[in-house]
């Protein structure tokens, strides 16, 4: 086994609906969009990640881009096969070898995946070379992320908005006591602020400039502190099918995202309503920790508390939170071997 352990590299994969990222020797070494350019003629990879985000909604009919992930989970095992691949095969460190490693690795997956889905992952991992593959759930490694000690006989709640998936969970002694899995998270958002701006602005913009918006002006409340500035975008006028351009506050965002962000709200209640006891007793005490790009979105954390009357707290790097997990438990094996499932 010695000579083999020489040879083999270990990764963490946190494969995301809108971002997938890789550690490898405890650095992100893959931090690009779950993308896809594909030739529909030929059927081959043009592009992926950061390039095929590029085209994304810009593309003539010979080439389509795919996003292979939908909610969190696979829904073009072709398209993520290759994706997965490409990003593996552009390590720095894996490059210059003179052929593939083999692959440890600890992909992690969403709480509400079935076992179908599960075993399409570790397929997918194992075709790419991975001689080892664990997979960790998703609320798990945002926890051990942020830094929580999830060995401990103490209750943690986490909120993890992603692009697919709000994943809510309270943790402890190393398991999910109850958690909550829905599908309203970045990529709703992004769909919300497109309907906004269609209805009332008569304005049409693409999934990309949406994106942008909710990156730059996007709030879950209207009364923020420090508020940032009107944006002005471009889009095609809906009455007269010219290009115009419009400008937009972020109270009118605010306004766009707040059905889906009560709903994520309704979640975070029903999750701690069934809690046991002894463990809301711990998370009054300890608060609400938030990961995920979603948990950017400004004023989201204080919309959260005083609904939930608890302090929430954000993770310090929330987009790689899940990542780092990921990482930390491929590291300890041995310490998280309870909590991966091979």
Same mark, same amino acid.
């Given at each position: 086994m010695g000579f083999f352990d020489f040879l083999t590299e270990e990764i963490a994969i946190d494969l995301g609906t809108a971002n997938t990222l890789i550690i490898h020797n405890d650095k992100v070494v893959v931090d690009s969009p779950s993308i896809v350019a594909r030739d529909r003629i030929s059927g $081959?990879?043009? *592009? @992926? =990640? $950061? #390039? *095929?985000?590029?085209?994304q909604g810009k593309t003539h009919e010979n080439i389509k881009t795919i996003r292979p992930l939908k909610d969190g989970v696979i829904a073009d095992f072709d398209a993520s096969e290759k994706m997965i691949n490409?990003?593996? $095969?552009?390590?720095? *460190?894996?490059k210059q070898k003179w052929f593939p490693p083999a692959l440890r690795m600890v992909i992690c997956i969403p709480s509400g995946i079935t076992e179908v889905e599960m075993r399409a992952v570790k397929e997918s991992a194992e075709r790419v070379n991975g001689k080892e593959v664990y997979l960790i759930h998703e609320p798990m490694a945002a926890a051990i992320g942020i830094g929580l000690d999830i060995m401990q006989p103490k209750g943690n709640m986490i909120v993890d908005i992603g692009g697919g998936t709000t994943e809510i969970a309270v943790i402890a002694l190393g398991g999910i006591v109850c958690d909550k899995s829905v599908k309203i998270a970045g990529d709703v958002f992004t769909n919300d602020i497109i309907y906004y701006m269609r209805t009332q602005h008569n304005l049409y913009v693409g999934e990309a400039t949406a994106e942008n918006i909710k990156i730059e002006i996007g709030a879950a409340t209207e009364d923020l502190q420090t508020p940032p +500035? +009107?944006? %002005?975008? /471009? =889009?095609?006028? !809906? !009455?007269? =099918? &010219?290009?115009k351009q419009? /400008?937009? %506050?972020?109270? #009118?965002?605010? &306004?766009?995202? +707040? $059905?889906?962000?009560?709903?994520?709200?309704? *979640? @975070?209640?029903?999750? !701690? %309503?069934?809690?046991?006891?002894? !463990?809301?007793?711990d998370i009054y005490n300890t608060g609400i920790y938030m990961a995920g790009g979603g948990s950017m979105l400004r004023g989201l954390d204080r919309r959260l508390s005083q609904k939930t009357d608890l302090p929430?707290?954000?993770? #310090? +790097?929330?987009?790689r939170a899940v990542v780092r997990g990921t990482g930390i438990a491929l590291k300890n094996l041995d310490r998280y071997k309870s909590i991966l499932i091979k």
């Open positions: $081959k990879i043009i *592009a @992926v =990640g $950061k #390039e *095929a985000n590029l085209m490409m990003f593996i $095969k552009n390590i720095p *460190a894996l +500035d +009107d944006k %002005s975008v /471009q =889009g095609r006028d !809906l !009455l007269t =099918g &010219k290009p419009v /400008q937009i %506050s972020y109270r #009118e965002i605010a &306004k766009a995202l +707040d $059905k889906s962000i009560l709903r994520v709200e309704d *979640a @975070v209640m029903e999750t !701690l %309503s069934q809690t046991p006891p002894e !463990l809301a007793a929430v707290y954000i993770a #310090e +790097d929330p987009l």
